[in-house]
């Protein structure tokens, strides 16, 4: 019972009742708009007004006279709603959006009145975004598969089973590994790889090679390069080769903006001295990237101009990556623990070649750890931006072995002004 409610003043009751019946309007003038004609009188604005006022008028008498008329008045919306499905059966009608929307409706009126007004406009704002995309909804489970479902399940498990039971604190005598913490990076890592993925998926752009590297990259670069780099000798199309290159350079350059966000969220303290380094990174790939499109004069295709990739988020993958982020964390700990700023960089270095997230989040987390261990801001810096340059040299060795000859020249070249600035900026910092 909400104690202060029986004490407002009448123009604080108009307040609320106006507030609910504003919100029953929204709702309502969606519901008018989606029906045909023939139902505008059954459903519509005034109905939904009347059922939020209603749910407010039982929620004042519950609290200030009758505790159970709420329940009451809740349990005759239910019987309402039930004789309504009943007679729309009757008549050919299967849905039911409508009449669960009016229980939501009655139960927003009544929180409006105990004073839950910013939830009850939260509520009523998404409950009519939701109504009124049922055209985008219903086209978008059409083109999922049951892989993208199973997916999608995945990531709620390892987000909302397994991160909340591991232990949040180390757990060996050296205090070195701490499972909760390895896993935050691996949902971390997930989940930006699975808003990659969903965005090539449910996003058709012109020049589909291109959009799909450059969407790629914030999957991965690396796998990005590698497939593209395998499909330049596969393809019979000599006219598809530039629009290889181009997708290729344009993931590379993407992962600098990828990696400014996942370190953002780990270690903010980072996105100063690493936004300038990383945006004349990129800066060097995009500019590659167009001195190679106006060179070859590169036009988006309709057909075979997209490239795939299998959704990210598999259990495997991720317990490998928490793997190899553990065994970074551990060796990275160690090197700067033993061997100083030298050892970390050396890690960094060697673990760029392989993986540039692990060990960037590596040193985001141990640049914000709060032990007289924490390492330096500008010396982490300098710690991803090498190991940045060693991941683009990789990939423009992978490029040279494994790719089409046509397409070694543009890709090493543009991967090339990459590490020669990301060189540059770290000799400076």
């Not at 104690?3 to 108009?14: A, R």
């Not at 989606?34 to 007004?49: A, C, I, L, N, Y």
């Not at 329940?71 to 019987?79: E, K, P, S, T």
């Amino acid at each position: 019972m909400n104690v202060l409610s029986q004490h407002l003043p009448n123009i604080e009751h108009f307040y609320l009742f106006s507030i609910a019946a504003i919100l029953g309007g929204l709702i309502g003038l969606e519901r008018q708009f989606s029906k045909p004609e023939t139902q505008h009188e059954f459903v519509g604005v005034r109905t939904f007004v009347f059922i939020t006022i209603l749910g407010s008028l039982s929620a004042m008498i519950s609290s200030m006279y009758l505790s159970w008329f709420i329940a009451v008045g809740f349990i005759g919306m239910i019987v309402l709603v039930v004789s309504s499905c009943v007679v729309e059966a009757r008549s050919g009608g299967t849905g039911v959006t409508t009449e669960v929307t009016e229980l939501l409706a009655f139960l927003i009126g009544a929180i409006t009145w105990w004073g839950h007004i910013r939830l009850a406009i939260a509520l009523a704002v998404g409950v009519t975004m939701l109504l009124s995309m049922k055209t985008e909804l219903h086209r978008a489970t059409r083109m999922m598969s049951i892989e993208d479902i199973r997916a999608i399940l995945k990531f709620a498990v390892i987000s909302f089973i397994v991160l909340p039971i591991l232990p949040a604190n180390p757990v060996d005598p050296w205090g070195l590994f701490n499972p909760h913490e390895v896993w935050v990076m691996v949902v971390l890592i997930s989940g930006v790889s699975f808003m990659g993925y969903l965005l090539l998926k449910f996003v058709h752009l012109r020049g589909g090679v291109e959009w799909t590297g450059a969407i790629g990259g914030l999957i991965s670069s690396t796998a990005t390069t590698w497939s593209f780099s395998g499909r330049s000798k596969a393809s019979s199309s000599v006219s598809m080769l530039p629009h290889l290159a181009l997708g290729i350079l344009l993931a590379c350059s993407v992962m600098f903006p990828r990696l400014l966000v996942l370190v953002a969220a780990v270690g903010p303290s980072l996105v100063k001295p690493l936004a300038v380094p990383f945006v004349l990174m990129a800066a060097a790939g995009a500019a590659s990237s167009y001195y190679w499109w106006r060179r070859y004069e590169v036009k988006g295709e309709k057909k075979e101009d997209t490239l795939g990739f299998r959704n990210p988020v598999e259990i495997a993958p991720a317990l490998t990556f928490g793997a190899i982020y553990a065994v970074i964390r551990i060796i990275s700990t160690l090197a700067d623990r033993y061997f100083g700023n030298r050892g970390l960089l050396v890690t960094s270095i060697l673990s760029g070649m392989a993986d540039v997230d692990a060990i960037a989040l590596s040193v985001a987390k141990m640049v914000t750890a709060n032990t007289p261990e924490a390492l330096n801001v500008y010396v982490g810096a300098k710690c991803i931006i090498i190991a940045a340059v060693m991941n683009s040299m990789t990939k423009a060795a992978i490029v040279w072995i494994f790719a089409s000859r046509r397409l070694r020249r543009p890709v090493v070249s543009g991967l090339l002004a990459i590490s020669i600035v990301g060189l540059m900026v770290f000799f400076i910092i």
